[in-house]
């Protein structure tokens, strides 16, 4: 039968999981379910590595593990290239122009235009 995950690892899954866990608390203020499950589903990859490697004790070699962290950095690497370079090139989106270049309006215009929630363009 499966072995138990170890206290250790239960705590370091929440401790990594709760930025999902708190978000998830926080919908419940949404008006729209349909609204309140798209933000779900989009930051639901927060919890992925948490219990995958934590919690359930995921076998990996150190070489697999460099290279998911591998990949990981490269592809947070050009998504910051293509967000970033599009904010030098045209400006923050106007409907965040009266905004200035504040983080609301950065962070805002990087999500319109990578698609991908604006808390990575921190």
């Not at 705590?11 to 779900?40: N, Y």
Request: hydrophobic fraction near 50%.
């Amino acid at each position: 039968h499966p072995r138990r995950p170890s206290p250790s690892r239960i705590r370091w899954t929440l401790l990594f999981g709760a930025g999902f866990l708190l978000m998830l608390l926080d919908l419940i203020r949404a008006t729209e379910l349909a609204v309140a499950w798209a933000i779900v589903e989009r930051g639901a990859a927060l919890l992925l590595l948490p219990v995958g490697f934590l919690a359930l004790g995921a076998p990996v070699d150190l070489r697999t593990r460099q290279q998911a962290i591998d990949v990981f950095s490269v592809s947070a690497l050009l998504l910051g290239l293509f967000g970033y370079g599009h904010l030098i090139w045209s400006g923050p989106s106007p409907q965040f122009a009266d905004h200035g270049l504040d983080a609301y309006a950065l962070r805002n215009s990087f999500a319109l235009y990578t698609g991908v929630h604006g808390t990575y363009a921190a």
